[in-house]
């Protein structure tokens, strides 16, 4: 068995030390950051999913106020299509009156 000095040992265990510390410092970083931007609403939704075919597939998915249209099939990279927002339907407030005849 080769003999081990010290000081190599020691400078190992320094360097793996510096490191653990680097990591803890960063994953800290990390999670205050999202914590100060408040809860995070960028889930991802599935639609709907329907067979276009035997080997292929559509998909209608919702993220963060925006749907996008997926196509994929077995052999081929999918294709991402977003899709235009909808015009919301707006209540009929009660400072309009509707017109009786």
């Avoid at 081990?4 to 020691?10: C, R, S």
């Amino acid at each position: 068995m080769p003999y081990l000095d010290l000081n190599k040992i020691a400078v190992v265990l320094i360097f793996l030390i510096i490191l653990v510390v680097i990591q803890a410092v960063v994953k800290r970083s990390k999670l205050s950051q999202t914590n100060l931007h408040g809860p995070n609403n960028r889930a991802i939704k599935i639609i709907q999913t329907v067979a276009v075919s035997k080997f292929s597939s559509a998909s209608v998915l919702e993220c963060s106020d925006s749907s996008f249209l997926i196509v994929s099939n077995r052999n081929g990279s999918p294709a991402i299509i977003e899709l235009p927002k909808l015009p919301q339907k707006m209540p009929p407030s009660k400072a309009q009156p509707e017109l009786a005849n």
